[in-house]
C-alpha cells in the first residue's frame, strides 16, 4: 500500500495517494517503526505537495523524532523528493513559524503524530471536496510580509497616525498588484484627481481608475 500512495503521488493523484497511504497506516505493526518513518515522511511530502506547509513540517518534525530514536532513516530513493517538497514548505512560512512547527511535530510522542494525521486529514483535504477552495494561505501569508517588511525597514512608526497612515499605502499597492495595476502610477492618478476622487471614490479603484481615466478624457465631466 506505500508503493501504491508512492506511485499515486508520482502522477500527481493526491487523492488516491493519501488514500493508499492512509490505510497502509491503518495496517501497520505498532513495533514497526520502518513503515511508521517512511509512512510519516510520505504524508509530510504529500500535505507540501498540496499547499498544507505547516502540517508538512510538524509531520517531518515527528519523522525527525522518530528517526532519532531508532536510527531508521527515510529510503534513499524517497529522500530526495523529501528534501526539496520541505524545502518548498519552508519557503512558504515565515522562519519561526517554520521552525515552531517543526519543533512541534518534533515533540509529538508517535501515537499523536499519527492521530494527528488521521484527525485532521478531512478538514485539510477540503479543497478536493469544495470546488473554490483554496489550497493554502499563502496569499494572506505574503500580505503579512509585506506589511511587516516595510514595517521593518521603516523602523516601526512613530505616532499611531503613522502606523495607519503606512497601513493605508500599504493596502493600496498590495491591491494593486493583487489586480495587476501599477501602483505608483495609481497613486500619482489619485493626487492628480484628487477632487474628483472625493465625489465619486467608487470609480477610482485600482481595478477601475483607467476606465475612469478614459472617460474622462472622452466625456470630460462640466462641473
Known amino acids: ?3 501504491l500512495g508512492c506511485l499515486a503521488f508520482d502522477q500527481e493523484d493526491y487523492a488516491a495517494a ?3 497511504l492512509t490505510q497502509g497506516l491503518t495496517w501497520r505493526s505498532a513495533y514497526d517503526n520502518l513503515g511508521f518513518v517512511h509512512a510519516l515522511a510520505e504524508f509530510a511530502t504529500l500535505a507540501a505537495a498540496e499547499g498544507l506547509p505547516e502540517t508538512a513540517l510538524r509531520l517531518a518534525g515527528a519523522t525527525a523524532a ?4 531508532t536510527g531508521i532513516v527515510v529510503q534513499h530513493s524517497e529522500l530526495g523528493r523529501y528534501e526539496r517538497w520541505l524545502a518548498t514548505a519552508r519557503q512558504a512560512l515565515r522562519e ?4 515552531a512547527a517543526w519543533a512541534e511535530g518534533q515533540e509529538m510522542p508517535l501515537g499523536q503524530a499519527i492521530g494527528y494525521l488521521l484527525r485532521h486529514w478531512k478538514p485539510l483535504m477540503l479543497f478536493l471536496r469544495k470546488a473554490g477552495a483554496p489550497l493554502d494561505n499563502n496569499i494572506a501569508e505574503r500580505a503579512l510580509k ?3 517588511l516595510h514595517r521593518k525597514n521603516a523602523l516601526f512608526y512613530r505616532t499611531l497616525n ?4 503606512g497601513d493605508l499605502f500599504m493596502s493600496l499597492i498590495h491591491t494593486c498588484q493583487l489586480c495587476g495595476a501599477n501602483s505608483f502610477d495609481y497613486l500619482i492618478e489619485l493626487q492628480r484627481h484628487a ?8 470609480e477610482w479603484m485600482p ?3 483607467r476606465e475612469t481615466l478614459e472617460r474622462t478624457a472622452n466625456h470630460p465631466d462640466p462641473t
Open 146 to 148: 509585506r506589511a511587516i
Open 18 to 20: 493519501r488514500d493508499w
Open 96 to 99: 519561526e513559524v517554520a521552525a
Open 207 to 209: 481595478w477601475n481608475y
Open 66 to 69: 522518530l528517526t532519532q530514536r
Open 162 to 165: 503613522g502606523a495607519q497612515v
Open 195 to 202: 477632487q474628483e476622487l472625493a465625489v465619486r471614490p467608487a
Open 1 to 3: 500500500m506505500h508503493n
